[in-house]
């Protein structure tokens, strides 16, 4: 069929916005959220870019006098120096971090700062990178963030909370792959005595109840981006089609994976939407929706978790095209989410082909 059937697909907007707890989850947690955000977390104040501090630890290697040489050299978009460069002891140094007077030093070709600092955490990204590469050209691409956006404003976390968001609630649609799984269950669901003798097949059904979901999802991401740029003031009006690129393949991927879930659980419709909502605050918890430093703590103690969680890869996705204008990872990210959904998908097709149950 190479039409939408529309009367179909708005039987199926209509059943599917009947269910409260479906529409409170998706449409009303994520706007409250935002809100709450928006009234607690204060807005970015944009200021003049300072060098970022940085010391390096005398040992008389010529790979520290090389380091020194490629920071010092190194250039804003409007020709100010990036890194203020100077050397001293191990012992001064943990005493100028201590005392916050600069932002990271260089010992042994380690980068140490404090966790909290993001210009700290830049210097280690850019010495990393150094070590990888020693050509310029590479490393201003991968550092286009330090390098010219600082010169405009500094980095302020406050506003990734705003992109965890995003990701977290395009990722509650695995409550409708919950819910539309189970009208379809003839021996769990009263509704899929109805849905199953209509003329149409179950396969059809499931396929405009995809349709259904994407279309609500759609709607929710255009009302939560118009909310950031217009309450928030966040500009990510150049990048909006990215945006809804990335949110719409997370509400994929909560969607089959709501869907498994809804297939392999035991319970009610109400215990495995309880499931549905531990599930979802774990991922974005573990994100760093509450502690900014979560994120890091995990990528850092237990990788595996950040590699399979979809809230996490797409709050990745957009921070790197929000704040380091970089297309590349963020396609990376993309295209790994994308792999999870069609892997859920494969398996949930898999899941939900059975045609007798063992109580009929």
């Not at 809230?311 to 990872?329: E, G, H, M, N, Q």
Request: aromatic share 14%; net charge positive; proline share 2%.
């Amino acid at each position: 069929m190479l039409f939408l059937d529309r009367d179909l697909l708005r039987y199926r907007l209509k059943s599917l916005l009947a269910d409260y707890t479906c529409c409170f989850w998706t449409f009303m947690f994520p706007f409250i959220l935002a809100v709450v955000f928006c009234i607690m977390i204060p807005k970015t104040h944009y200021q003049n870019f300072q060098p970022i501090q940085v010391v390096i630890v005398k040992e008389g290697k010529r790979e520290n006098i090389d380091m020194y040489r490629v920071l010092s050299l190194e250039k804003t978009s409007s020709g100010e120096a990036l890194f203020h460069v100077s050397y001293c002891s191990q012992v001064m140094a943990k005493e100028k971090l201590d005392k916050h007077e600069i932002d990271a030093y260089i010992e042994k070709s380690k980068v140490v700062c404090a966790k909290n600092n993001s210009k700290g955490i830049c210097v280690k990204v850019y010495v990393e990178w150094c070590k990888q590469t020693k050509q310029n050209a590479d490393l201003d691409m991968q550092m286009r963030y330090i390098s010219s956006d600082c010169v405009e404003r500094t980095f302020d976390r406050n506003e990734s909370y705003f992109l965890t968001l995003l990701a977290l609630a395009a990722f509650t649609a695995i409550h409708w792959g919950i819910r539309t799984t189970y009208d379809l269950e003839g021996n769990l669901s009263s509704l899929a005595a109805h849905l199953l003798v209509m003329p149409v097949s179950k396969r059809r059904l499931g396929r405009y109840n995809f349709y259904a979901v994407m279309l609500i999802q759609f709607f929710q991401g255009i009302v939560l981006d118009a909310m950031l740029i217009l309450g928030r003031g966040m500009k990510i009006i150049p990048v909006l089609p990215y945006f809804f690129l990335i949110q719409m393949v997370t509400s994929m991927t909560g969607f089959w994976g709501g869907r498994i879930l809804c297939c392999i659980l035991k319970g009610d419709l109400h215990d495995k939407q309880r499931i549905a909502e531990g599930i979802s605050f774990l991922s974005g918890f573990l994100s760093g929706i509450m502690f900014y430093k979560m994120r890091y703590a995990i990528e850092t103690a237990a990788p595996f978790f950040s590699w399979i969680n979809p809230v996490s890869i797409a709050s990745d996705a957009l921070f790197y095209l929000y704040y380091v204008k970089d297309k590349r990872y963020y396609t990376e990210d993309l295209l790994v989410l994308f792999g999870i959904a069609v892997i859920l998908n494969l398996i949930g097709l898999h899941l939900t082909r059975r045609d007798s149950y063992e109580c009929l």
